[in-house]
């Protein structure tokens, strides 16, 4: 399974997205809907109408890579917030991947080192 190195960025587009879309139309979306760099380092990630189809995009040093998920039961679950994008952390976009709810899971209040 992919898993992105814990530290990145990651960003959810808060509206649905149309699955037929590749490298070209994800990167026009990042770029105009999103207001990002898609070559920033974040890892972008977008899910369809129906929440049963989801793609991942991210650049790195050779270029860009998609990754995508197709759900045969079931679907992802609805992040929630208002805006354009969503920042996730790893833990919840792990959740994601899985199909589990965040409230579900409780993570405790851990020490994080402020540099």
Request: proline content about 3%; charged content about 25%.
């Amino acid at each position: 399974m992919f898993f992105p190195e814990s530290h990145i960025r990651i960003l959810l587009c808060a509206q649905p997205t149309d699955m037929r879309k590749s490298f070209n139309g994800l990167i026009a979306l990042v770029k105009n809907h999103m207001g990002e760099d898609p070559l920033g380092g974040p890892l972008f990630v977008f899910v369809n109408r129906k929440r049963t189809y989801m793609k991942a995009l991210w650049f790195e040093r050779g270029g860009f890579c998609i990754w995508s998920k197709r759900l045969e039961q079931g679907h992802f679950s609805k992040v929630g917030g208002v805006g354009v994008s969503h920042v996730l952390n790893m833990l919840d976009f792990q959740l994601l991947i899985e199909g589990l709810e965040r409230r579900d899971y409780f993570s405790k209040k851990r020490y994080k080192r402020v540099v």
